[in-house]
């Protein structure tokens, strides 16, 4: 996060399980997601024309929301790819 001098505006320490409300609270707010698993990304509408489909995405098999999670702007970011990640902070 240095590196790319980006600033950390909110930290949420593991132990505050977020759920699904959550999740679809954080949604609601975004335009698009964006939602990395590995080498698969996907790429979600947000605000009105979210779906069960992408907040099901943001949610591990616990049922809590998956980390990291990052908002920047109106755009959310759910796992970790370089590539995505690059995109949306370059």
Known sequence: ??????TIAT????SRKLQREDAQA?????????????KKVVEFK????????AVDAMLGNT??????????GK?????FNEDAFNGVFS
């Open 1 to 6: 996060m240095e590196a790319s001098n980006i």
């Open 11 to 14: 930290t949420v320490p593991a």
């Open 26 to 38: 954080l949604l609601a707010k975004a335009s698009k997601m964006i939602v990395a698993k590995g």
């Open 46 to 53: 947000g605000g009105k024309a979210a779906t069960d489909e």
């Open 63 to 72: 049922g809590n929301l998956r980390a990291p999670t990052s908002v920047v």
């Open 75 to 79: 755009t959310l970011l759910i796992g």
